[in-house]
């Protein structure tokens, strides 16, 4: 079992910076694949970004590449989204994502991760 807690969300203007934290619980956090998902009013959940257990392999969204960065801490249970350069389409819940996987590869899908925190609103104005 795995307990996420997002913090960091907020009101941010166009053009400034936000990170985002993910803190998981557990002792075998390196044994997992993370990833950042958003979803804003009346849309569906999307994939942002993912990183895999080690930190070594990360994935993005074209709608936030070269904007966003994902990072992981192991050593902290924790992951990370930096959001430089937001846009008020950025505007949405944030929910960080994890599944029991060690591999190399990453997923993008919703369905493909089994724990979820609850998300952290992250407003852009322009």
């Known amino acids: 079992q795995v307990q996420l807690v997002e913090s960091g969300g907020g009101l941010v203007q166009a053009g400034g910076s936000l990170r985002l934290s993910c803190a998981a619980s557990?002792?075998?956090?390196?044994?997992?694949?993370m990833g950042w998902f958003r979803q804003a009013p009346g849309k569906e959940r999307e994939f942002v970004a993912a990183?895999?257990?080690?930190?070594?392999?990360?994935y993005y969204a074209d709608s936030v590449k070269g904007r966003f960065t994902i990072s992981r801490d192991n050593a902290k249970n924790t992951v990370y989204l930096q959001m430089n350069s937001p846009k008020p389409e950025d505007t949405a819940v944030y929910y960080c994502?994890?599944?029991?996987?060690?591999?190399?590869?990453?997923?993008?899908?919703?369905?493909?991760?089994?724990?979820w925190g609850q998300g952290t609103q992250v407003t852009v104005s322009s």
């Open positions: 994502a994890a599944v029991y996987y060690s591999g190399s590869g990453y997923f993008r899908t919703p369905q493909s991760y089994d724990y």
């Open positions: 557990g002792r075998t956090f390196s044994s997992y694949a």
């Open positions: 990183i895999n257990w080690s930190g070594g392999s990360t």
